[in-house]
Antibody, heavy 120, light 111 residues
Framework: DVQLVESGGGLVQPGGSLRLSCAAS????????MSWVRQAPGKGLEWVSI???????YYADSLKGRLTMSRHSPENTVSLLINSLRREDTAVYFC??????????????WGQGTLVTVSS | QSELTQPPSVSGAPGQRVTISCTGS?????????VHWYQHLLGTAPKLLIH???NRPSGVPDRFSGSKSGTSASLAITGLQAEDEADYYC???????????FGGGTKLTVL
C-alpha cells in the first residue's frame, strides 16, 4: 500500500530554519513527481514545491529563495528545508505524490501533514 | 486570493444533490488544463475524489462526479450522506504563475 509520513515540524522562532521530511512506502519517490502543499490555519491548500523525476526542483514564487527540496532515494524520502521562517509560514505541511502528465498532474496520495509553528 | 474561485460554503439535506463550482480564467481552466477535486477533513490527509475533470479513482463512490466547461468546473454529489461533510478543493495548473493552484475551498454541511 502507498503511504506517506511527514515529520520534522515543530515550534521555531522567526528567522529560523526547519527541515521537513516525508517517508514514502509502496512506491519509489524517484519514479514520480513529489510535492509539498501547505495549509495555514483557517486557510485553504497552497502548493509549495515539487521535485521532478529527474531531480530538478521548482518552487512557488511566494516562497522562492527560502526553500530547498531534495530527494534521498536510498531512504525513499523527500525533504523540504525552509529558511528565514516567517509567522505567515505557520501551517500544516503535507507531502503528496503527483500522477498524470506534468502540468495536468494531480495528487493521488497525501500524508497526514506536519505542523510548523513560527512564533517567538 | 485564489486563482480558482469556489463558494465558501454549500449545504444540503441527506439524500439531496449538491454542486460545488470552481471558476478559473484563461490561464488555467480556460487554457484547457484539467481540474481535479479533493475532499479534506481537518487533521487528516486530503483525499483525491476526481482527476482529469471527470475521472473517479477506484474506491470513490459514483455519487461523486465532475464536469468542466470553458473556465468553469463543478463537483456534484448525489445522495448526500452525513459522512460527506468536509471541505472540498478544486486544483489545476496556471500557466501565468507556472504553479499548481487550488481553489479557496468549500465547506459542505449536511443538514
Amino acid at each position: 500500500d502507498v503511504q506517506l509520513v511527514e515529520s520534522g515540524g515543530g515550534l521555531v522562532q522567526p528567522g529560523g530554519s526547519l527541515r521537513l521530511s516525508c517517508a514514502a512506502s509502496g512506491f519509489a519517490v524517484s519514479s514520480t513527481y513529489m510535492s509539498w502543499v501547505r495549509q495555514a490555519p483557517g486557510k485553504g491548500l497552497e502548493w509549495v514545491s515539487i521535485i521532478y523525476r529527474d531531480g530538478s526542483t521548482y518552487y512557488a514564487d511566494s516562497l522562492k529563495g527560502r526553500l530547498t527540496m531534495s530527494r534521498h532515494s536510498p531512504e525513499n524520502t523527500v525533504s523540504l528545508l525552509i529558511n528565514s521562517l516567517r509567522r505567515e509560514d505557520t501551517a500544516v505541511y503535507f507531502c503528496a505524490r503527483g500522477q498524470g502528465t506534468f502540468e495536468d498532474q494531480y495528487f493521488d496520495y497525501w500524508g497526514q501533514g506536519t505542523l510548523v509553528t513560527v512564533s517567538s | 486570493q485564489s486563482e480558482l474561485t469556489q463558494p465558501p460554503s454549500v449545504s444540503g439535506a441527506p439524500g439531496q444533490r449538491v454542486t460545488i463550482s470552481c471558476t478559473g480564467s484563461s490561464s488555467n481552466l480556460g487554457a484547457g488544463y484539467d481540474v481535479h477535486w479533493y475532499q479534506h477533513l481537518l487533521g487528516t490527509a486530503p483525499k483525491l475524489l476526481i482527476h482529469g475533470n471527470n475521472n473517479r479513482p477506484s474506491g470513490v463512490p459514483d455519487r461523486f462526479s465532475g464536469s468542466k466547461s470553458g473556465t468553469s468546473a463543478s463537483l456534484a454529489i448525489t445522495g448526500l450522506q452525513a459522512e460527506d461533510e468536509a471541505d472540498y478543493y478544486c486544483q489545476s495548473y496556471d500557466s501565468s504563475l507556472g504553479d499548481w493552484v487550488f481553489g479557496g475551498g468549500t465547506k459542505l454541511t449536511v443538514l
